[in-house]
């Protein structure tokens, strides 16, 4: 008997939830990673020291983040010790129905201590929403690098501002004291990213935080003078020490470039030294 009912179905896919929790502690050999808890989507690839630094990559073993799914990242950076999580890969946002992924982060770092956090791009494909939460909760005495960079949309793919939002929310607190805060959504659709797009239709931004309790004021002119017709860059600095720094580049390459000079005068500025394996293990900086 021929079948004369059809029901159209369609597979729903459950939000992935996971993350990693870390937690760095210095000792005599440097620092160690003490704690640590990972789970899927992201991945945590296994600690290296150089320098005093305990080094952790961290990459998305799947195709990146689907609708539905949540990313905490969860990081202590005891007294003394220094830390760096790098991801050398981009995490690519899907296409998503009406959903949305979420990304919630939590650094603390505690006195005397370092941390850098250098990944590679979250690229937002067509028709993505993401969610981002991020706090940071640094003592007085110690020092931060914190960047995050943004591709909106896969060039190559002729995606240029196809995503349907991007929101961020970010909280920086130096020693218990809220010193900076964003709080943002991007609509394309609704012209939210109009300058952006019209400086650099398929350039990538950069956000860059740098904590450190000394006077900013001699960084600013070299930073300003990194700006030209492939990238913009603006400088602020921050009430108690350190600065906010924002960048729009051409493309990839430009992106690189200007990250890569601006880090050199940050590091060169803190006064610790970074090791540099950090920069050969980001491989998307090459």
């Known amino acids: 008997m021929a079948n004369t009912s059809k029901v159209d179905s369609k597979t ?8 990693v929790q ?3 502690l210095a000792d005599n050999s440097g620092t160690t990673l003490k704690k640590q808890w ?11 020291q150089d320098k005093s630094w305990a080094i952790n990559l961290l990459t998305s073993p799947t195709a990146g983040l689907l609708e539905g799914d949540e990313l905490e990242i969860d990081c202590k950076v005891e007294a ?7 991801s050398p890969a ?14 919630r982060q939590s650094y603390v770092v505690k006195e005397q201590a370092t ?12 028709a993505a929403n993401l969610i981002q939460e991020t706090t940071l909760e640094v003592d007085s005495s110690s020092t931060v690098l914190l960047t995050e960079i943004v591709s909106p949309g896969r060039a190559s793919y002729g995606e240029s501002f196809d995503f349907h939002t991007w929101q961020s929310k970010l909280r920086i607190y130096q020693s218990g004291t809220l010193i900076a805060y964003e709080n943002f959504k991007v609509d ?13 239709p398929d350039g ?41 720094i924002k960048v729009l580049a051409q493309d990839g390459l430009a992106l690189r470039k200007s990250v890569l000079n601006i880090r050199e005068l940050l590091v060169q500025h803190s006064e610790i030294e970074f090791p540099r394996s950090l920069q050969r293990a980001q491989t998307f900086f090459y």
């Open 188 to 200: 394309p659709e609704a012209g939210d990213a109009s300058d952006w797009r019209t400086r650099f």
């Open 38 to 48: 990972v789970r899927p989507p992201l991945h945590l690839a296994k600690t290296y």
């Open 80 to 86: 003394g010790a220094k830390a760096a999580l790098i």
């Open 22 to 24: 870390l937690q760095y």
């Open 90 to 103: 981009a995490c690519r946002v899907h296409t998503m129905d009406k959903g949305n992924a979420l990304i």
């Open 204 to 244: 990538p931004y950069v956000s860059l935080y740098y904590l450190k309790h000394k006077p900013v004021k001699e960084l600013i002119e070299p930073l300003n003078q990194l700006s030209n017709e492939e990238v913009a860059i603006g400088a602020s600095p921050l009430r108690t020490g350190g600065l906010g």
């Open 115 to 126: 941390l850098d956090v250098w990944p590679a791009p979250l690229v937002l494909q067509k």
């Open 12 to 19: 729903i896919r459950p939000g992935v939830k996971g993350g």
